[in-house]
Nanobody, 126 residues
Framework: QVQLVESGGGLVQSGDSLRLSCAAS????????MGWFRQAPGKEREFVAA????????YYSDSVKGRFTISRDSAKNTMYLQMNSLKPEDTAVYYC???????????????????WGQGTQVTVSS
């Protein structure tokens, strides 16, 4: 059974950087997209970024494009989210999830992802 564990969150100031990790166990992800989503209080979980585990192709929401970078280390079965130039509106719990490659439709569709981790809190103060 797939298990995902997020880590790396914390309290930072506006303009700072953080790197989140998503460690996977129980499966390999060569046939998946792996994605980062976030959920702020009172808001729905929203797409942040995704990566095709096999090809390395990446996808970003407009709100983080140019500031965040998603990557993976296949040997470690771990995905990362490098977050630079953080803003207070980036404050949220960040989750990682897995989505089969063969699913049709948009990469950012939350309901196509499963095996969510417990999340890691990112708080950006102004």
């Amino acid at each position: 059974q797939v298990q995902l564990v997020e880590s790396g969150g914390g309290l930072v100031q506006s303009g700072d950087s953080l790197r989140l990790s998503c460690a996977a166990s129980g499966s390999t992800f060569s046939n998946n997209y792996m994605g980062w989503f976030r959920q702020a209080p009172g808001k729905e979980r929203e797409f942040v970024a995704a990566i095709n585990w096999s090809s390395g192709s990446t996808y970003y929401s407009d709100s983080v494009k140019g500031r965040f970078t998603i990557s993976r280390d296949s040997a470690k079965n771990t995905m990362y989210l490098q977050m630079n130039s953080l803003k207070p509106e980036d404050t949220a719990v960040y989750y990682c999830g897995a989505r089969p490659l063969y699913y049709s439709g948009t990469i950012s569709y939350r309901n196509d992802y499963a095996a969510w981790g417990q999340g890691t809190q990112v708080t950006v103060s102004s």
